[in-house]
């Protein structure tokens, strides 16, 4: 009696659920029911304590307010390096580069001021996922050894490395910040 109350019931729980999966095979072993079916993977997080939590959402907010940044980064270098080759001259490409750092300066350095140094780490980490260039050598591509030298020395001051690699296989936040970034990107909160 139980398994024909089951085999009816079952159907019309199945057609409740909005997430609906499909029976591949159904088998009765000593009045216990083995259902074989294909379901989406699911990632549960599990948290040794509350300080690791509250590390992970702190940066969660902060990899999501950082990553537009780090998207149009990427964005404007592959623009700034398409346009570089086409202008022949050395003179005209300085010039170039001038304007755009003026641009950038004008339209973004007010809100890049407001970031901490934990965001701004972030965002380094971020461009270099972007670019496959660290951010180091981007300033010294463009600007010149002199001014990565010194943006480098700026950053050491506050406790940041223009040098660092985005190596989420071995380095645990870059792991978290790799994770954040494709868990975003499944439920279409960032492109």
Known sequence: ?????????????????????????????????????????????????????????????????????????AEQLDSIQTQLELIPKRRKRKAYIKATEQWIKEDLAPELKKLSRWEGRILSKLIYRETNISTYQIVKDLKGGFHAFFWQGMAKLYDNNLKTPYQPQSVEEDKWIEYIIVDEKKKGIIE
């Not at 088998?27 to 690791?52: A, C, G, M, W």
């Open 1 to 73: 009696m139980k398994v024909l109350v089951f085999i009816i019931c079952f159907p019309l729980a199945a057609l409740c659920q909005k997430d609906t999966f499909l029976i591949k095979e159904m088998y009765y072993k000593d009045k216990e029911t083995i259902i074989l079916s294909d379901i989406e993977e699911i990632e549960i997080l599990h948290f040794i304590n509350r300080e690791d939590e509250r590390y992970f959402r702190r940066l969660q907010y902060k990899t999501l307010k950082v990553y537009p940044y780090a998207k149009l980064a």
